[in-house]
């Protein structure tokens, strides 16, 4: 390193001299990379679309209208631990802004010290000592006391905005961190509506199930008193009794679904196991919203993800201007005044025991310019990592709309063709068995027509569910409420 240090008893034209070198060794150490831009162009529209009205203008208070469902999600927003470890990290990048802007403020130390000192009598600073003793009769202390108070200061002069670009960075992480957690609260708030309507849904499952346990186990009554009479043989009896003993047992799996499913709503909920809250009855009249998926263009203001990584790509920009800046030379002023005497009842003896410095430094690199320029490769790396990053986010976001637009319409239709389906097995079961009273049909028609009829319902079920999954998915890609 290089270090120039102007005060009044140098050369101007040393100082000159050395500047000027220090300058022209800048030449080779500013690597030269080239950086791409991120590509900010989307679809115009989704699938030819161009109703610029959008679900996300709602916030998910106006989104979720079930009592439960908003219990649930305000506990959450109130207890989740991952939620809380996320504001844990904006105040930490809260704390880096403010770090960051301290260090271009000037920097003001007060100081007090208090010493001694025994010189030996041939060396220079005793034979001074004893010099001044003889020629002027003055004897100073031995050992020789030292009293000192004052204040220093030094500020380093941001010329190339180094330290304002790191803090202005700090910043924008800073608000990156604040979007990351309002992403991760649109995932919660998805989350726990999703699982609440699983457990919904398998609700209605189990009472479909119990049902038809009911009326498998008068079926099998039928067949038993059918065998008593010589019109049936004991293989109907047993395959009836093997249907009603296997749905007894899925009966079992699904309130172990159920147990999960709760815990899980408690987990992030941030409590123990107890019983959610719900109403299940309601399930089945439940009609998915209509979401309005608005424009592409308005994804890169309502989406949290890509709000965040366009802050991370700027703070990117910036860290790689403060890493060049490392090459440019650095400017720093120094100045002190205080107090300094050999006795401390002599301090107050001003100006006799006033001192003062005043001082300025340039400092520019010319021998390890290795380690800078590792540095700016680094973070033009990062930036580019950031220009991907937020490319991967924008086109996600897009790919994410276009699928759950699809998956809605696709699902309503099948919901429809699904409900007609359970309406025509439903009635199929009555004719089954009134054939079979009457000898008509035989008992495996009766039996396969009730697994179909049990299997359709919970094929609507599951439908109904995945429809509001889907309305959930959709209200979270396009940026949950946030604005």
């Known amino acids: 390193?290089?270090?120039?240090?102007?005060?009044?008893?140098?050369?101007?034209?040393?100082f000159a001299s050395a500047c000027l070198l220090a300058l022209l060794s800048l030449?080779?150490?500013?690597?030269?990379?080239?950086?791409?831009?991120?590509?900010?162009?989307?679809?115009?529209?989704?699938?030819?679309?161009?109703?610029?009205?959008d679900a996300a203008t709602k916030s998910w208070r106006q989104f979720f209208t079930d009592p439960d469902l908003r219990a649930l999600i305000d506990s959450a927003l109130a207890n989740n631990q991952e939620l809380n470890i996320m504001l844990q990290e904006i105040t930490i990048a809260q704390s880096e802004v403010r770090a960051r802007k301290g260090e271009y403020?000037?920097?003001?130390?007060?100081?007090?010290?208090?010493?001694?000192?025994?010189?030996?009598?041939?060396?220079?600073?005793?034979a001074v000592e004893h010099s001044l003793e003889i020629d002027h009769d003055t004897r100073f202390p031995e050992p020789l006391p030292d009293f000192m108070v004052g204040v220093r200061a030094s500020w380093e002069l941001d010329i190339w905005k180094k330290l304002r670009n790191a803090k202005q960075a700090a910043v924008l992480r800073y608000l990156g961190t604040v979007e990351g957690r309002n992403f991760m609260v649109t995932n919660l708030v998805a989350e726990i509506a999703n699982s609440y309507y699983e457990l919904m849904a398998l609700d209605n499952q189990l009472e479909i199930l119990r049902t038809n346990i009911a009326i498998q186990q008068d079926a099998?009554?039928?067949?038993?008193?059918?065998?008593?009479?010589?019109?049936?043989?004991?293989?109907?009896?047993?395959r009836f009794e093997a249907?009603?003993?296997?749905?007894?047992?899925v009966q079992f799996d699904i309130q172990q679904r159920i147990v999960e499913t709760e815990n899980r709503i408690n987990f992030l909920v941030g409590r123990y196991p107890r019983s959610v809250q719900r109403n299940s009855a309601a399930f089945s009249g439940l009609i998915p919203d209509t979401v309005y998926a608005g424009l592409p263009s308005q994804l890169l203001s309502y989406r949290p993800d890509i709000r965040k990584a366009e802050l991370e790509l700027a703070a990117a920009k910036l860290e790689v201007k403060a890493a060049r800046a490392n090459c440019y030379p650095s400017?720093?002023?120094?100045?002190?005044?205080?107090?300094?005497a050999f006795e401390a009842s002599l301090l107050?003896?001003?100006?006799?025991?006033?001192?003062?410095?005043?001082?300025?430094?340039?400092?520019?690199?010319?021998?390890?310019?290795?380690?800078?320029?590792?540095?700016?490769?680094?973070?033009?790396?990062r930036q580019l990592q950031a220009v991907y990053d937020y490319e991967r986010a924008v086109l996600n976001a897009y790919v994410e709309v276009v699928n759950q637009l699809s998956n809605i319409q696709n699902l309503r239709r099948s919901y429809d063709l699904r409900a007609q389906q359970v309406d025509a097995l439903s009635s199929s079961i009555t004719i089954s068995s009134n054939l079979f009273r009457s000898a008509r049909a035989d008992y495996m028609e009766v039996l396969l027509t009730q697994r179909d009829a049990l299997e359709s319902r919970f094929e609507l079920v599951e439908t109904k569910k995945q429809q509001l999954n889907a309305m959930v998915d959709m209200y979270k890609a396009l940026g949950g409420g946030w604005r």
């Open 243 to 249: 249907e009603v003993l296997k749905n007894r047992s």
């Open 220 to 238: 099998l009554e039928i067949v038993r008193m059918e065998k008593q009479a010589a019109k049936v043989t004991e293989l109907a009896v047993r």
């Open 27 to 53: 030449s080779s150490c500013v690597p030269s990379l080239q950086v791409r831009e991120a590509l900010k162009t989307e679809p115009a529209t989704y699938a030819g679309s161009n109703d610029t009205t």
């Open 1 to 14: 390193m290089m270090h120039c240090t102007g005060t009044m008893s140098r050369s101007t034209n040393r």
């Open 105 to 126: 403020l000037p920097f003001v130390d007060f100081s007090a010290a208090a010493g001694a000192e025994k010189v030996g009598e041939f060396t220079r600073n005793g």
């Open 331 to 340: 400017v720093r002023l120094t100045a002190g005044v205080g107090l300094n």
């Open 348 to 381: 107050t003896e001003t100006p006799a025991s006033l001192l003062y410095n005043v001082a300025g430094d340039l400092v520019a690199p010319l021998i390890n310019r290795n380690a800078i320029r590792a540095t700016y490769a680094g973070a033009n790396a």
